[in-house]
């Protein structure tokens, strides 16, 4: 596939960590597939498009972590004060422990529009990308072989939002989400993580 020169400067080491880690795991004879790949990041990052994109590059299924978006029955103060407690990581691991099986299989998805749950496929694949923001929370990195950490500096986040949410849509990001955010990101041990900076590549 064509990737322009400012996506290529954020794949190629996306794709060089991923390349060497299904090297490492081939040289290991008890090697069970799929190798699972994280990328999480700050909102306006690029999360879901830079996952799209290593998806085609390496034929992966996508686990997207807004199908975990916690229900609003489990939405408690002491909940939402964990780190990354937005996100319904239990259900999550769960379905984490069925990928690594290499199987496919259909899982229940939470849709935070409507509040309730849909069916989502996942199709057993040789590499699997978990994107989303929390994707790294701490009971999760288990299942993980590659790490990656995408940030961006406010000024593009904002106007990268801005033109994503809109203007209505981009005041509730920087009152709710970006200080969730900034708080679980304050806590985050990232010293496994390959971080890349996308402030520059639109």
Not at 54 to 59: A, N, Q, R, T
Not at 65 to 73: A, E, N, R, S, W
Not at 161 to 177: A, S
Request: one cysteine or more; charged letters at 25%; proline letters at 2%.
């Amino acid at each position: 596939m064509i990737f322009d020169a400012n996506s290529h400067e954020v794949l190629s080491p996306i794709i060089a960590a991923v390349e060497q880690a299904l090297k490492s795991k081939k040289r290991d004879m008890g090697w069970q597939k799929p190798l699972i790949l994280a990328i999480d990041g700050y909102c306006g990052s690029g999360k879901t498009y830079y996952s799209k994109l290593i998806s085609e590059h390496f034929g992966a299924s996508i686990i997207h972590c807004d199908d975990f978006f916690l229900p609003k029955q489990m939405r408690t103060l002491e909940r939402l004060s964990e780190m990354g407690g937005n996100v319904h990581y239990e259900r999550l691991a769960e379905v984490l422990d069925r990928v690594r099986q290499g199987k496919s299989f259909t899982y229940q998805a939470y849709d935070c529009s409507t509040d309730s749950f849909v069916d989502r496929y996942f199709e057993a694949t040789d590499v699997v990308v978990v994107e989303g923001s929390y994707a790294l929370r701490p009971n999760l990195r288990q299942y993980y072989d590659v790490e990656i950490l995408l940030t961006v500096d406010k000024t593009t986040q904002y106007n990268r939002l801005l033109q994503r949410e809109g203007e209505c849509g981009v005041i509730n990001f920087v009152n709710k989400w970006i200080p969730l955010e900034n708080k679980y990101f304050d806590q985050l041990d990232t010293s496994q993580c390959l971080i890349i900076d996308t402030t520059h590549n639109n």
